[in-house]
């Protein structure tokens, strides 16, 4: 299968501060990128849906000037999170998709463990 | 998208078959159903996918009920690192620009 990475793995960071993860296809064009956020316990959400050139479309109740989302080029996807706090502490996963339409297969990265303290 | 049902959790002994069940019933005619695995603080990882015949890969087999309304997802020699959560999930192709939406999943315990 395809390869998508993450960067960082795990960030720990002070309240009030911006973190910024990266999301990378490695083998493919990613016409569309997803961000998940996953509390313990708990099955993952779905954030935002982003198309490379295009503004990310947020789902319901998602803060979309708090998480911000860039796909800039068909291999990388940024999300900022954007003064953070104890509550946005969670593991951010991104998932890819080629540019075969609606019918490609989505990939998904290692994901990353955010610790806002 | 439709909705699927799964038990919460399974167990299976090691070197045996593990059967996976997950219901759709209201799967519409251009949905493929879709199985991902999650092992403990990993991203998913892609299993398989059909639409309405039987899927078989390196790793799974995907069967399909003729109407549609469920499907078995067979592992058919479980390891102990088959152990994860199952999620089967109905992905619109083209509506809503096929979001891949979670559900609960089921956790398999591969056990020696």
């Known amino acids: 299968g395809a390869v998508v990475s993450q960067h960082p793995s795990r960030v720990i960071c002070k309240s009030g501060t911006s973190v910024k993860i990266e999301c990378r296809s490695l083998d493919f064009q990613a016409t569309t990128m997803f961000w998940y956020r996953q509390f313990p316990k708990q099955s993952l959400m779905l954030m935002a849906t982003?198309?490379?050139?295009?503004?990310?479309?947020?789902e319901q109740g998602v803060e979309k000037d708090k998480f911000l989302i860039n796909h800039a080029s068909l291999t990388l996807s940024t999300l900022t999170v954007t003064s953070a706090h104890p509550e946005d502490s969670s593991f951010y996963i991104c998932s890819a998709r080629g540019d075969g339409g609606g019918t490609d297969t989505q990939y998904f990265g290692p994901g990353t463990r955010l610790t806002v303290l | 998208d439709a909705k699927t049902t799964q038990p919460p959790s399974m167990d299976c002994a090691e070197g045996r078959a593990a059967n996976l069940p997950c219901n759709h019933s209201t799967i519409s005619g251009n949905e493929y159903v879709y199985w991902y695995r999650q092992i403990h603080s990993q991203g998913p990882q892609y299993i398989i996918h059909?639409?309405?015949n039987n899927e078989t890969n390196e790793m799974a087999s995907l069967i399909i009920t003729e109407d549609r309304k469920s499907s078995t997802l067979i592992l058919p020699h479980a390891t102990l690192r088959d152990t994860a959560v199952y999620y089967c999930?109905?992905?619109?192709?083209?509506?809503?620009?096929?979001?891949?939406?979670f559900g609960q999943g089921t956790e398999l315990s591969v056990k020696p």
């Open positions: 059909g639409l309405k």
């Open positions: 999930i109905v992905r619109a192709l083209y509506n809503q620009g096929g979001k891949l939406i």
């Open positions: 982003s198309n490379e050139g295009s503004k990310a479309t947020y």
